[in-house]
């Protein structure tokens, strides 16, 4: 049974941080490329990072320089750490598991977490 388990939402400043942790099981963690979404209200759905399985990233030009993500393959857990948050980056944070499956790519999501930034 496939399961990303999200945590670490929350409300914060402008120019607060926050760390998001998605924690991955029932799968090769390892092979899989894993994503961070995001989704604010009335808006679609949009990639904010991504890593893959051999830890290369990429980033949202709108994240760059703020946003980090990294993964613990040991642990089976990806991160995104939020630094210099501002009100835009509010919005719903979705992990994402994307790799090889035994009858072709799989492509798994966690549960969103809320994350608001305001004064």
């Known amino acids: 049974q496939v399961q990303l388990v999200v945590s670490g939402g929350g409300l914060v400043q402008p120019g607060g941080s926050l760390r998001l942790s998605c924690a991955a099981s029932?799968?090769?963690?390892?092979?899989?490329?894993m994503r961070w979404f995001r989704q604010a209200p009335g808006k679609e759905r949009e990639l904010v990072a991504a890593?893959?399985?051999?830890?290369?990233?990429n980033y949202a030009d709108s994240v760059k320089g703020r946003f980090t993500i990294s993964r613990d393959n040991t642990q089976n857990t990806v991160y995104l750490q939020m630094n210099s948050l501002k009100p835009e980056d509010t919005a719903v944070y979705y992990c994402?598991?994307?790799?090889?499956?035994?009858?072709?790519?799989?492509?798994?999501w966690g549960q969103g977490t809320q994350v608001t930034v305001s004064s």
């Open positions: 994402n598991a994307y790799g090889p499956g035994t009858d072709g790519l799989n492509d798994y």
């Open positions: 890593i893959s399985s051999a830890h290369g990233t």
């Open positions: 029932g799968f090769t963690f390892s092979r899989y490329a």
